[in-house]
């Protein structure tokens, strides 16, 4: 007989507000690099509040609910190669949050995103827009990290969206599962026994706690470069 299903926390509120907000920050981001000029005060400001969202979701990695922890969806290579082969055993739970290709994209997106963050602090695009902490850094070093910044890594994270969003279509069309409802609403219809992330008061709290942590932090770091 199939288990009942129920409503499950799945994805608690602090990791659906920073999914949402690092979306709209990345799109903001590179359209005003496009656009240029007077845009290019919001693509700092933007890339500033991406800093504050990747240094978040690190801490949140760590403390944050069942679901949100790196913990969760940090896999070995023998159970990524049961889920290719559609041989994954029913106690892994691995459609539940991040199954294991969904776990390569989180990673590389938050390596990526850090060092487009971590290269455009120290970028310089010849005209008049240097990053804030460019005086650390020599010419040369400066020149190669803003190569880098408005290249290849801008490239790699645009196509690593696109591959994300072709992925949500793939498996709303191919294997009828909603990738997106669950992230808007945070819950999945699941079976009873399938623990739960915490995401009550005592939870939003303390995120809120660590996000206002590091939007100081990020300000202060961006203040060094005077």
């Known amino acids: 007989m199939n288990k009942p299903l129920q409503a499950v926390r799945v994805w608690d509120l602090p990791t659906r507000c920073f999914h949402w907000l690092l979306a709209v920050c990345v799109i903001g981001s590179v359209v005003s690099a496009k656009i240029g000029g007077n845009a290019m005060v919001w693509h700092f400001r933007l890339g500033y509040v991406v800093f504050a969202l990747l240094a978040f979701r690190i801490l949140w990695g760590l403390v944050g609910g069942h679901w949100s922890r790196f913990a969760s969806f940090i896999y070995a290579p023998s159970t990524v190669l049961r889920y290719l082969r559609g041989q994954a ?12 290709l969904g776990a390569f994209s989180v990673f590389a997106l938050l390596i990526l995103l850090a060092a487009q963050v971590g290269t455009g602090l120290f970028a310089d695009d010849d005209i008049s827009n240097t990053g804030p902490l460019i005086k650390f850094v020599s ?12 290249n290849i890594g801008q490239w790699l994270i645009i196509a690593l969206v696109v591959l994300h969003v072709a992925a949500i279509v793939f498996y709303f069309v191919g294997k009828r599962q909603n990738l997106v409802g669950p ?13 739960a992330s915490a995401d009550g008061a005592r939870a939003r709290l303390l995120a809120l706690a660590l996000l206002v942590g590091c939007a100081a932090l990020v300000g202060w770091l961006v203040s060094l470069g005077g």
């Open 89 to 100: 055993l029913p106690r892994e739970q691995l459609d539940v949050g991040h199954n294991p």
């Open 139 to 150: 010419g040369a070093t400066s020149s190669e990290l803003t190569k880098w910044h408005k």
């Open 183 to 195: 992230m808007l609403t945070g819950d999945k219809l699941l079976p009873a026994h399938v623990p």
